[in-house]
Each structure stands twice: as C-alpha cells, then as structure tokens.
C-alpha cells in the first residue's frame, strides 16, 4: 500500500508561480517512477510531468512544457512539481501518482496509487 499527500495548491495570480509537493510512504520510494496529472470537472485527467526512479528523466504533457518542472528529493520521499508562468487554463485539481515502473509514465493506467490532489486556481 502507497500513500501519497499533495501539497502546495491555493490561488494564484495569472503569471505567477507555484511550487506543488507530494509526500510519499508505504513503497520504496526510489523504486518506481512518480507523476502529476490534472483535472478539471468534465474532463479527462490530463498527463502533466513525469519522472524515473532515478530522477535522470522527465517526461512533460504539452501543457506544462517549457513553463513546469518536475523534481524529487529521495532523502524526503517526495516529489515536486513548480509551476511558472501560470495561467488561467491551469486551473485544476492536481494528482500525483505513484507508478508501477521505474521508467517516466504518461499514461495514467501506467499508476496504481493515487493522492487526493490539490487545488490550483490561477485567477486575479
């Protein structure tokens, strides 16, 4: 059993930044691969970054390229997603997930565990 706690989300002005954290215990934390999605009402959830066991690779949805940037600290079993540049569609509930993997996931079937998200809305 995986347990994963999302922090970080709140109201943000359009243009700025936001730094989302996720805290993972139960499984080994460097064995698997983690990542963040979102998603708004009536929508599919949406693939936003992604990272390795390792930490060496990332993977970004088209959404987040260039403006986000996915990170994890193994010594505190957490990963991080910073949002720049942020703008109004990015408004959503975020998820981090654990995957069943080592290797960066994009597809959300490619997780099994799952936190509770976070809420980011970007308005002024």
């Known amino acids: 059993q995986v347990h994963l706690v999302e922090s970080g989300g709140g109201l943000v002005q359009p243009g700025g930044s936001l730094t989302l954290s996720c805290t993972a215990s139960?499984?080994?934390?460097?064995?698997?691969?983690m990542g963040w999605f979102r998603q708004v009402p009536e929508k599919e959830r949406e693939f936003v970054a992604t990272?390795?066991?390792?930490?060496?690779?990332?993977s970004y949805g088209r959404s987040a390229q260039g403006r986000f940037v996915i990170s994890k600290d193994s010594a505190k079993n957490t990963v991080y997603l910073r949002m720049n540049r942020l703008k109004p569609e990015d408004t959503a509930v975020y998820y981090c997930?654990?995957?069943?993997?080592?290797?960066?996931?994009?597809?959300?079937?490619?997780?099994?565990?799952w936190g509770q998200g976070t809420r980011v809305t970007v308005s002024s």
């Open positions: 139960g499984r080994t934390f460097n064995n698997v691969a």
């Open positions: 997930a654990s995957a069943r993997h080592s290797q960066t996931a994009v597809d959300e079937n490619e997780y099994d565990y």
């Open positions: 990272i390795s066991r390792s930490g060496l690779t990332t």
